[in-house]
């Protein structure tokens, strides 16, 4: 066949029309991967200035959401590729030469959809090793659950990359090759992907539901740290899709419509790990200007030095409580305006600098989560 020829027969009373394709979904997938592109970049730009600019360093969960970014850039740029070859098109109104350019773009975006899904849970799953510290088994089973990400994560690329032998058969027909069968390792893949997805969005729930806390406080950072499970739902529709159609000989179209679903589970991830540093630094202005009427209005009261590190106090037997959900775990102290939420959030917005303003001016220095003592200050 020639190059110029349509790379797929078209159906029955179709006329191809290479000139003036059917290009909706071509156009639709250079809209959302601009869109999500720009969307995402400032969310993790904000991170990262305020980790400079408040905390003067970049923790691990840092680096690792910015080692994402750089993954999910180029997952949405080969997304864009695909539309240059033909992707969002149907596959009789593409030519054999566009059609090798379009599958070299799929095997590597492949690879790529790989690491920035794992890059993207890893960071997230930091977080949470860092906030629920005090809790030494569920860190431990954190650490587990992560380590068992990568194997499989691992495995999956080192799959992808050797699909086919010889590796190029995968893209040229006129190589003969063997190959796995791509669509049970795009079922598995999918699978997998809403799995983890669906145990970042359930491993904070049972630990601070149990917590002696408003329960307004335990949805707001229920939200915060299970924030990047909603990106299941976007798993759970590239799984629908990729079974009910992954068998689809169209491949330029069917693909690229799998591939739009994979930049909003990625985007979405990537926002909510971003979301807790963001929400700091919207906490540190914005606390500021309503700090400043609020000192107005309200008598300036002694400052409680809280040591969480030992779960002791000044003045223990006015502000902390017994959580008795957690009587055999370390002692996490609130006040009587309910704090543990307050050092949870704490917890995930900075290790170190950042305060959290609420009821009063609440500032904390140190590393939180560490074996350090912290102080937290509270105007009473």
């Given at each position: 066949?020639?190059?110029?020829?349509?790379?797929?027969?078209?159906?029955?009373?179709?006329?191809?029309?290479?000139?003036?394709?059917?290009?909706?979904?071509?156009?639709?997938?250079?809209?959302?991967?601009?869109?999500?592109?720009?969307?995402?970049?400032?969310?993790?730009?904000?991170?990262?200035?305020?980790?400079?600019?408040?905390?003067?360093?970049?923790?691990?969960?840092?680096?690792?959401?910015?080692?994402?970014?750089?993954?999910?850039?180029?997952?949405?740029?080969?997304?864009?590729?695909?539309?240059?070859?033909?992707?969002?098109?149907?596959?009789?109104?593409?030519?054999?030469?566009?059609?090798?350019?379009?599958?070299?773009?799929?095997?590597?975006?492949?690879?790529?959809?790989?690491?920035?899904?794992?890059?993207?849970?890893?960071?997230?799953?930091?977080?949470?090793?860092?906030?629920?510290?005090?809790?030494?088994?569920?860190?431990?089973?954190?650490?587990?659950?992560?380590?068992?990400?990568?194997?499989?994560?691992?495995?999956?690329?080192?799959?992808?990359?050797?699909?086919?032998?010889?590796?190029?058969?995968?893209?040229?027909?006129?190589?003969?090759?063997?190959?796995?069968?791509?669509?049970?390792?795009?079922?598995?893949?999918?699978?997998?992907?809403?799995?983890?997805?669906?145990?970042?969005?359930?491993?904070?729930?049972?630990?601070?539901?149990?917590?002696?806390?408003?329960?307004?406080?335990?949805?707001?950072?229920?939200?915060?740290?299970?924030?990047?499970?909603?990106?299941?739902?976007?798993?759970?529709?590239?799984?629908?899709?990729?079974?009910?159609?992954?068998?689809?000989?169209?491949?330029?179209?069917?693909?690229?419509?799998?591939?739009?679903?994979?930049?909003?589970?990625?985007?979405?991830?990537?926002?909510?790990?971003?979301?807790?540093?963001?929400?700091?630094?919207?906490?540190?202005?914005?606390?500021?200007?309503?700090?400043?009427?609020?000192?107005?209005?309200?008598?300036?009261?002694?400052?409680?030095?809280?040591?969480?590190?030992?779960?002791?106090?000044?003045?223990?037997?006015?502000?902390?409580?017994?959580?008795?959900?957690?009587?055999?775990?370390?002692?996490?102290?609130?006040?009587?305006?309910?704090?543990?939420?307050?050092?949870?959030?704490?917890?995930?917005?900075?290790?170190?600098?950042?305060?959290?303003?609420?009821?009063?001016?609440?500032?904390?220095?140190?590393?939180?989560?560490?074996?350090?003592?912290?102080?937290?200050?509270?105007a009473r």
């Amino acid at each position: 066949m020639s190059d110029s020829d349509g790379a797929l027969p078209p159906p029955v009373g179709v006329t191809p029309d290479f000139q003036h394709p059917d290009n909706a979904l071509n156009v639709l997938n250079l809209i959302v991967q601009i869109l999500v592109m720009s969307v995402v970049s400032p969310f993790v730009a904000l991170r990262v200035y305020t980790r400079l600019t408040f905390q003067r360093m970049m923790s691990k969960e840092d680096w690792v959401c910015v080692v994402a970014w750089v993954f999910f850039m180029m997952y949405s740029i080969s997304a864009i590729l695909m539309g240059h070859f033909g992707g969002g098109i149907h596959q009789w109104e593409v030519t054999n030469g566009d059609m090798n350019g379009f599958l070299k773009v799929v095997y590597g975006g492949s690879i790529i959809y790989g690491l920035t899904a794992y890059s993207i849970k890893f960071s997230l799953l930091l977080v949470f090793t860092r906030v629920f510290s005090p809790l030494k088994k569920t860190t431990y089973s954190i650490y587990a659950f992560m380590f068992a990400m990568l194997i499989y994560y691992f495995t999956i690329v080192v799959i992808k990359a050797r699909i086919c032998t010889p590796i190029p058969s995968f893209w040229d027909r006129n190589i003969t090759g063997t190959c796995f069968d791509e669509h049970a390792l795009f079922i598995a893949d999918t699978v997998m992907s809403g799995v983890t997805d669906l145990a970042v969005l359930l491993i904070p729930v049972p630990l601070i539901w149990n917590l002696h806390m408003p329960l307004k406080k335990k949805i707001r950072v229920l939200g915060m740290l299970g924030a990047g499970g909603v990106a299941v739902a976007a798993s759970l529709a590239r799984l629908i899709m990729v079974v009910t159609e992954g068998n689809d000989p169209d491949l330029t179209y069917s693909i690229v419509r799998f591939n739009l679903l994979g930049s909003v589970e990625t985007s979405i991830g990537l926002i909510c790990a971003s979301l807790p540093a963001c929400n700091a630094f919207f906490a540190r202005y914005g606390s500021s200007f309503f700090s400043s009427k609020a000192s107005k209005s309200q008598p300036s009261n002694p400052a409680i030095d809280i040591e969480l590190g030992s779960g002791r106090s000044k003045n223990s037997s006015n502000i902390l409580k017994d959580d008795r959900k957690f009587r055999s775990q370390p002692t996490w102290p609130i006040d009587d305006a309910g704090s543990d939420s307050d050092i949870l959030v704490s917890n995930i917005q900075d290790p170190g600098e950042v305060g959290i303003r609420d009821n009063g001016t609440r500032s904390m220095k140190g590393n939180v989560g560490s074996s350090e003592v912290r102080e937290i200050g509270i105007a009473r």
